[in-house]
């Protein structure tokens, strides 16, 4: 298993700034990814996050805009940039410990973009 | 392209009776298929995976590839089910979600 602390919890941030959130994972894991939430919507996924390699982005989502750092096995950071409404979601970030698959997710930042 | 979806936004039973979440896919491997849940209050997690067919807290799932469906079951839902359940799909551990069924157990 997995415990995972996401930093911040929720925040309320001006349009046009950047939002940096901590991942911290209490075991060292391979996969960690990124997923957001929209209001009333299902999770969907970001990018997926292995240490030693750039992050890997789903359709849609850009590294420009989604900046991810993984420095190493515990540790990783979502950053937000240039905020709009549209960008008002849980983020949440997961960790997968491989056999048998199993996710394990943090228990979200609620971003509020105004 | 793999999509995962749940037919039913809100599930309102009594306590007792049975319950059904249905969930059905398209995949165009073998799929490996899972329900999370998230109670009110608490992060999402595992409830269960298909390729276990194991049963948790009286909940099964069966895999059904000719119908492509997922669907969750409980003979009798208790209030502590109430909750939002989650269907997913896994690709590569890179999870497709469902829209998700919010499941109120009334007394």
């Known amino acids: 298993s997995a415990v995972i602390s996401q930093k911040p919890s929720r925040d309320i941030c001006q349009r046009g700034t950047s939002l940096t959130i901590q991942c911290q994972v209490d075991?060292?894991?391979?996969?960690m990814f990124w997923y957001r939430q929209q209001p009333g919507q299902s999770l969907t996924l970001i990018a997926t996050?292995?240490?030693?390699?750039?992050?890997?982005?789903e359709s849609g989502f850009v590294i420009d805009k989604f900046p991810i750092s993984r420095p190493n096995l515990t540790f990783s950071t979502l950053t937000v940039s240039n905020m709009s409404p549209e960008d008002s979601s849980i983020y949440l970030c997961?960790?997968?410990?491989?056999?048998?698959?199993?996710?394990?997710f943090g228990q979200g930042t609620r971003l509020t973009v105004v | 392209a793999q999509r995962v979806t749940q037919p039913e936004k809100l599930l309102s039973v009594f306590k007792g009776a049975p319950v059904e979440l249905k969930c059905n896919y398209s995949?165009?491997?073998?799929?490996?298929l899972f329900w999370y849940v998230q109670y009110s209050r608490q992060r999402l997690q595992l409830l269960l995976r298909?390729?276990s067919r194991e049963s948790i807290k009286g909940f099964t799932a069966d895999l059904n590839k000719g119908e492509t469906s997922f669907h969750l079951k409980k003979p009798f839902a208790q209030e502590e089910d109430s909750a939002m359940y989650y269907c997913?799909?896994?690709?590569?551990?890179?999870?497709?979600f469902g829209a998700g069924t919010t499941v109120t157990v009334r007394a």
């Open positions: 997961s960790v997968d410990t491989g056999t048998p698959i199993e996710a394990f």
């Open positions: 075991s060292q894991v391979t996969m």
């Open positions: 996050a292995n240490q030693g390699s750039e992050a890997t982005y």
């Open positions: 995949y165009s491997g073998s799929p490996e």
């Open positions: 298909h390729i």
């Open positions: 997913a799909l896994s690709n590569d551990y890179k999870l497709s």
